[in-house]
């Protein structure tokens, strides 16, 4: 089969991620709706047909939203009479190499690998999430209010199942199904939905340094790496052995990206009695030694 | 592989979705839709990334395309023009989705901030030359193009997706590839990446 060159060589580039391909299969499969479905099914005719005659004008028997609500809120009542808020105390580590799925209370199910702790009533844990992935889902007719913490972000939830990723990049939220707050340290809040994530990004240059090195290793583009390394920046003073590191990376990263002459501007306006100025010494001579 | 029936062309997705699996899927099981899901869904992300275009949210886009087919699939009569029907539905909702790239360029992506890296969408002068090149191409010439020259299928497959005859795809990839020639060529694509070739072993 003949094909164009570019065009086969852009088919790798706009293959979708695994990543991509498991948000749209939740937003289609949400375990929630079809649990509902189920729940809607089992409810008793008779007990329909009653209510149904019990409803008086303006409301439509016939229309499909009365329909859907009779049986929605007998099949609520039930659950409400079987469930009980539960109670305890939690005060323990969560740690694991390999993905581990455990029940932290009857109405909270978690599957992680890392490092944090579980705090507070069953009624309203608290997460404080160290690091690695953690995977949340709250039994949404029990009432829990659960709370996760990292050092980025908080997390708030009522029912529902989402995942926390704390890593170099910051901290990810990630919505199976059902809704979450989000309130992040940098100032961004908002409620994500099904299939909706957002990353809560550092608030230390440290952080910031790793996060512009995991997206080197991810193949960022310069404008990224160079907007990454502009936050970094702006939190610490330029005495700083991590702003020399972030000053570093940014001469590497514009020498990669072709821009030597800014690269050179930068390393040359690094102080020379600076903790890494042997390194700049040395790509500012790299550079010199290349351009024409 | 490719499975040639007496109706039309099946793949192997088709292998992977039975006619049984999309009749209980129509019916609403769970565990059918899943199964749809898995096995399509990642084909129609592609067209959708791949014929949307950057103004267009592939997984928007995909997520209307796949709740449009599960609400009408109780009325297809034919499995085996599922493929088929599943492409112009897609289509269908791409072309109204690029109608309203506007409002996404006005009001911004969903919940991402920046660029995410960890999506392969990877800015390079090769993906965004190739990308201006097709968007600047007719849609019937697009498809047929990203049908056939991106995802390498043959041309009666093609042609069974689009609902043309085999001669008139042929003739429409002649057209799509010349003028994406001259589309890409003006934006600095060389030209050994414009050149039809086979295969390597």
Not at chain 1, 4 to 31: C, D, N
Not at chain 1, 79 to 100: I, K
Not at chain 1, 131 to 148: C, K, M, R, W
């Amino acid at each position: 089969m003949k094909r164009l060159v570019a065009l086969r060589r852009w088919e790798a580039a706009t293959e979708p991620t695994s990543a991509a391909m498991e948000r749209l299969r939740r937003r289609i499969v949400g375990p929630d709706h079809a649990t509902l479905l189920q729940e809607v099914r089992r409810v008793d005719d008779r007990a329909v047909e009653r209510l149904r005659q019990r409803l008086r004008p303006p409301f439509r028997v016939g229309s499909s939203w009365v329909k859907l609500g009779i049986p929605l809120a007998v099949a609520a009542g039930i659950f409400a009479s079987l469930r009980a808020v539960p109670t305890g105390h939690l005060d323990e580590r969560l740690t694991a190499m390999e993905r581990t799925e455990r029940a932290l209370t009857p109405a909270v199910a978690l599957a992680f690998r890392g490092s944090g702790a579980a705090t507070g009533p069953f009624a309203s844990p608290r997460l404080h999430w160290d690091v690695g992935t953690l995977e949340v889902e709250v039994d949404p007719s029990a009432g829990v209010n659960v709370i996760v913490e990292t050092r980025e972000a908080t997390v708030r939830v009522i029912g529902t199942g989402f995942t926390v990723i704390r890593d170099a990049l910051g901290t990810t939220v990630d919505v199976a199904h059902g809704a979450v707050a989000v309130s992040c340290g940098d100032g961004w809040a908002g409620t994500l939905h099904v299939g909706e994530h957002h990353t809560c990004l550092p608030l230390t240059a440290p952080g910031w340094l790793l996060r512009v090195q995991a997206l080197r290793d991810q193949g960022a583009n310069a404008d990224a790496l160079l907007l990454a390394l502009d936050r970094g920046s702006a939190l610490v003073p330029d005495s700083d052995p991590v702003a020399a590191e972030l000053v570093e990376i940014r001469v590497e990263v514009l020498v990669e990206a072709g821009r030597t002459s800014e690269a050179s501007e930068v390393a040359r306006r690094y102080p020379p009695t600076g903790p890494r100025a042997s390194e700049m010494l040395r790509l500012t001579n790299s550079i010199d030694a290349t351009t024409p | 592989m490719i499975v040639t029936s007496p109706s039309g062309v099946l793949s192997q997705q088709m292998l992977q979705c039975s006619p049984e699996t999309l009749a209980a899927a129509a019916a609403g099981d769970r565990a059918a839709v899943d199964a749809m899901v898995l096995a399509w869904g990642p084909t129609v992300l592609r067209w959708c990334a791949r014929l949307g275009g950057p103004g267009v949210d592939a997984e928007d886009a995909a997520h209307d395309s796949l709740v449009r087919i599960l609400g009408k699939l109780h009325t297809l009569k034919d499995p085996a023009a599922f493929p088929a029907w599943l492409f112009q539905t897609c289509r269908s909702v791409i072309s109204r989705h690029r109608r309203h790239a506007w409002v996404r360029r006005w009001a911004g992506p969903v919940s991402r901030e920046t660029p995410d890296p960890r999506d392969r969408f990877v800015e390079s002068d090769l993906a965004s030359a190739v990308q201006a090149a097709l968007d600047a191409l007719p849609s019937d010439l697009r498809e047929v193009l990203v049908l056939c020259d991106v995802e390498g299928r043959c041309d009666p497959e093609a042609a069974a997706l689009l609902g043309i005859p085999v001669g008139t795809a042929k003739s429409r990839l002649r057209r799509a590839r010349d003028l994406f020639g001259v589309e890409a060529t003006a934006r600095g694509l060389a030209p050994p990446l414009l050149a039809v070739v086979g295969e390597e072993p």
